[in-house]
């Protein structure tokens, strides 16, 4: 493989779609360790989800598209040992500039990304299982072991659930749709996802009963002015979806890559917008 085709699996624009977590965890955060914020955020955006995507590729080895690439390149071993040396780093950075419990769970985080695709586990496999850990895992678990690295004295854990839930319930909303237009791919290979289980229209209602309960969780949990800015800023978001849903329901052909990511694109800028602006709000 080509250097740049090992950066093109590494889908370093994908992160974007992972980072409110990392944002809501800072804006829920009073008088943080910036220094420490800083090293986290190049931690899991700059190496542990784009090793992730990288693994992921390697075992999949895809030959339609996947997220955030339309045409993957070819795979090799190369691929491989980039993913593992780039968790390493991430880990070594976590002991030398954040610390040990937060380097722990960095390491946690690759070994179960790796289950995901590996082909002697592949989590992928199992439908509601994946399901459940991604979005516990990109979600909840990013959310409280960012916070508590973070934070000067370490933070009751009950304060931390339900937001802590909240960045879960956003993933476990989107992550069907991910896989939406994969379908061929996935069960060529053998792989029930959540998404080929339900099917293309009960993938688009699974994501709104999802998400409905996210609204009404946010509803929740944020103030009454946070809030208006939620329904402002997502509000393009579902918009989109409704029109998406709309058209696939009478043409299953537009459910594709092309749409899946503009709803990812959307849904990313939306609440990174939004947990940023709470950041701002909070100092």
Same mark, same amino acid.
């Given at each position: *493989? ?5 950066? #093109? ?19 829920? !955060?009073? =008088?943080? =360790? ?5 090293? @986290?955020?190049?931690? /899991?955006? #700059?190496?542990?989800?784009? +090793? ?9 080895? =895809?030959?339609?598209?996947? $997220? ?13 040992? !980039?993913?593992?040396?780039? =968790? ?5 950075? %976590? ?19 790796? %289950? ?33 690295? @973070? ?12 937001? +802590? ?11 069907? *749709? ?23 229209? $009960? ?6 009963? @999802?998400? %409905?309960? +996210?609204?009404?969780?946010? /509803? ?13 800023? !997502? ?19 537009? +459910? ?9 694109? #959307? ?13 701002? *709000?909070?100092?």
């Amino acid at each position: *493989m080509t250097p740049k085709a090992i950066l #093109l699996h590494l889908r370093l624009p994908f992160s974007l779609f992972l980072m409110p977590v990392y944002w809501f965890s800072l804006s829920q !955060t009073r =008088d943080f =360790d910036v220094s420490k914020a800083l090293w @986290i955020f190049v931690v /899991w955006h #700059l190496l542990v989800y784009p +090793a992730s995507n990288a693994y992921n590729s390697y075992f999949d080895k =895809d030959e339609g598209s996947i $997220g955030g690439l339309e045409k993957p390149p070819a795979v090799d071993k190369k691929l491989f040992y !980039t993913a593992w040396v780039m =968790d390493i780093l991430a880990v070594v950075i %976590s002991l030398i500039w954040v610390d040990y419990v937060f380097a722990a769970a960095v390491l946690v985080y690759g070994l179960v990304s790796k %289950s995901y695709s590996h082909t002697l586990i592949r989590l992928k496999k199992y439908p509601f299982l994946s399901w459940l850990i991604v979005g516990f895992f990109q979600g909840a678990f990013v959310y409280i072991s960012t916070q508590q690295a @973070i934070s000067p004295v370490p933070l009751p854990m009950t304060g931390s659930l339900l937001p +802590a839930l909240l960045s879960s319930m956003m993933l476990w909303a989107v992550y069907p *749709m991910t896989q939406i237009y994969q379908h061929e791919e996935d069960a060529k290979r053998g792989d029930q996802t959540l998404s080929l289980l339900l099917g293309i229209r $009960g993938t688009f209602l699974f994501t709104a009963s @999802i998400y %409905s309960l +996210a609204a009404v969780g946010f /509803w929740y949990y944020l103030p009454y002015r946070h809030f208006l800015f939620f329904i402002m800023l !997502t509000a393009p978001t579902l918009v989109f979806f409704l029109n998406w849903f709309r058209k696939t329901w009478l043409d299953e052909s537009q +459910a594709n890559f092309k749409n899946t990511m503009r709803l990812n694109l #959307l849904a990313s800028i939306g609440l990174n917008v939004l947990f940023i602006t709470l950041l701002v *709000m909070q100092k």
